[in-house]
């Protein structure tokens, strides 16, 4: 075959991208546990660090197996409810079911559409210690934010929380994640539903006494209106669940040292 006719061009092109298509796919495949066994662990480690069990530089440091170890002992259970409260199914804490990232922005879209909030499917993580921890989802200035809200047993006052981003300004944004005194600003506050928003990120500061706010990032606005909306719009959908007052009220039989936690609460 004369190599400089346009028709052997065509067939070697072919060939070659079939063959790198292919390469691709098999590195994929194969790459495919591990990669999803690293998202598991490090969705795992962003829960445990809000409810309060360590540092996210502590979970990095112990490894993936001493993350997913830790929370199969220390999960009591894991349930998906909807937006009326009501328990829809049961999660495997021996498996480790968990919603991902991924899950939770499918889920977003009923969340912030009030005609398909009823079709929201919601995670509930219940520690043997009485805390739930629960995820919020939104939109920040340049990507995604997320995280996690850990409750006591009263579900409403907040033990920890934790939040991450895609792509966030280092420095601005970014410190919804990487600046410990901000996460630390909703530990001992609460939700409260009797407010317009039930939780509050102020500009220029929270008012003093007000139990259900903290003061937001400065020269983060938009990053900290997206994780501001993200909650208001997350605890809007669970607030079926977290006005039943105890995770038992939603249907879920808690263990008896969850039950004994919250009585003694």
Known sequence: MNTNSNTYTVIYTTLVCVLVAAILAFVSQVLKPKQEANEKAETVSQILTAAQF??????????????????????????????????????????????????????????????????????????????????????GLWGPVWGYIALKPDLHSIVGAYFDHESETPGLGGKIKDDPSFRAEFEGKSIDYSDEKPFRIVKGGAPAGKANAIDAISGATMTTNGLAAAIVNWLKAYRGYLESGSSAAAGNACTESVCETATEE
């Open 54 to 139: 360590g540092s996210k530089s502590e979970w990095q440091a112990m490894g993936n197996d001493a993350v997913l170890k830790f929370y199969k002992e220390n999960a009591a259970q894991a349930i998906v409810i909807n937006a009326a409260g009501e328990k829809v199914k049961d999660l495997s804490v021996e498996k480790i079911e968990i919603y991902s990232t991924s899950d939770l922005k499918a889920q977003n879209y009923n969340v912030k559409d009030g005609s398909k909030m009823g079709e929201a499917q919601l995670p509930v993580y219940i520690f043997s210690n009485g805390i739930s921890v629960i995820p919020i989802y939104g939109a």
